[in-house]
């Protein structure tokens, strides 16, 4: 196997994430040199109100960067040939497989590569996608900015802000070590995202260290992974499938499952049962979505209002790639959620089909 990455070392861009436990299940060890924090608890506020939610299994603070390098030894270690400076250019059925023009980012020369199978893993802007003629993805902006943690914050915590008539989404602070955290908001408009953050940030009274930033694809349907190309196959993976739970923007465990279902399926000739179980999964995170996307402040108080123990309980128990699972129980401990989660998709107009920017 070939590995063809566009970045000439591997030092890729840092990036602080937050990610369930399953991340250890599917990783192993290329997971555990990537964590720099587990968190044990929740903090959610919305107008005036607060809730905390605590976690049987600790969520994962990870550093993106530290994880790439992981993964590049892991995979290394098992065979693949990891050649860096190289981008995608072109791809064309040979009659017998692939043939793939790979680039050398250096100066524009390129190779022809045979290939009976090629997975694009290139993001929310594949080029692998667009050559093999799957549709451009719509993305949405994420901003974060590495502050130093309040001193009232512990740093096994995370805090939650709804904030509705600045993002659909959330504003979120996830520690990284007991002096720093991430402060990080979803947006729709670049512009008026970038906006609403520097105001937020100027509110907590929270002086940037440094900004990071993506572009991250956003979820409305399942988009079948694997294309035919004469004889040979094209297959996506991540972001570029857009394979992230819409209701968090979260997209690193469902993209590594993704990958896995991939997997599945070159050795198992088509069949993936990890894909179909992410299917349902992510349709899952695309129907809340739709729910809280319609949320006004009144609802996101009301939605607090209503967690009563036996619902915190709930959601400590299970973590985001179970949310099902959640709901269900939720639900049989909270019954009026039902109501409120009903009322979101019935009520106005707004949608996250057409994101803007």
């Known amino acids: 196997m070939r590995v063809f990455e566009r970045i000439e070392t591997l030092e890729p861009e840092a990036r602080t994430l937050i990610v369930t436990h399953r991340m250890r299940e599917l990783l192993g060890r290329a997971a555990e040199g990537s964590i720099v924090n587990e968190i044990r608890r929740f903090e959610l506020f919305t107008d005036g109100r607060a809730a905390t939610i605590e976690l049987d299994h600790p969520d994962l603070i990870i550093e993106r960067r530290a994880l790439i390098q992981n993964l590049a030894?892991?995979?290394?270690?098992?065979?693949?040939?990891?050649?860096?400076?190289?981008r995608f250019h072109a791809m064309r059925s040979n009659g017998n497989g692939l043939t793939v023009e790979v680039e050398r980012c250096a100066d524009g020369s390129r190779e022809e590569v045979h290939a009976d199978a090629i997975i694009g893993g290139d993001g929310a802007a594949s080029r692998v996608a667009r050559a093999a003629g799957w549709a451009p993805l719509e993305t949405v902006p994420l901003m974060q900015a590495i502050v130093p943690l309040p001193k009232d914050m512990a740093p096994d915590t995370v805090r939650v802000w709804f904030v509705p008539q600045d993002t659909p989404?959330?504003?979120w602070l996830i520690p990284e070590s007991a002096?720093?955290?991430?402060?990080?908001?979803?947006g729709e408009s670049g512009a008026e995202t970038r906006h609403h953050f520097e105001r937020f940030l100027e509110k907590r009274k929270l002086d940037p260290?440094?900004?990071?930033?993506?572009?991250?694809?956003?979820?409305?349907?399942?988009?079948?992974?694997?294309?035919?190309?004469?004889?040979?196959?094209?297959?996506?993976?991540?972001?570029?499938?857009?394979?992230?739970?819409?209701?968090t923007v979260?997209?690193?465990?469902?993209?590594?499952?993704?990958?896995?279902?991939?997997?599945?399926?070159?050795?198992n000739g088509g069949?993936?049962?990890?894909?179909?179980?992410?299917r349902r999964e992510l349709d899952f995170h695309l129907l809340l979505r739709r729910s809280l996307h319609r949320f006004e402040q009144s609802d996101?108080?009301?939605?607090v209002d209503l967690l009563n123990d036996p619902a915190k309980k709930s959601l400590g128990e299970y973590s985001r790639d179970e949310a099902w699972k959640i709901l269900w129980r939720v639900c049989v401990r909270q019954p009026r959620l039902v109501l409120l989660g009903l009322r979101g998709l019935l009520m106005r107009n707004k949608s996250i089909d057409k994101p803007r920017d």
């Open 250 to 267: 979260g997209g690193i465990v469902t993209g590594f499952r993704g990958a896995l279902g991939v997997a599945e399926a070159i050795l």
């Open 209 to 247: 260290i440094e900004f990071q930033g993506a572009r991250i694809p956003v979820y409305k349907r399942w988009i079948p992974v694997r294309r035919k190309m004469g004889s040979g196959s094209v297959y996506l993976v991540g972001d570029a499938a857009a394979q992230v739970k819409v209701s």
């Open 179 to 186: 002096t720093r955290g991430a402060l990080g908001v979803i």
């Open 169 to 171: 989404y959330f504003y």
């Open 300 to 303: 996101y108080s009301h939605l």
């Open 271 to 278: 069949a993936s049962r990890e894909l179909r179980t992410l």
């Open 73 to 86: 030894a892991e995979a290394q270690r098992a065979g693949a040939t990891l050649e860096l400076g190289r």
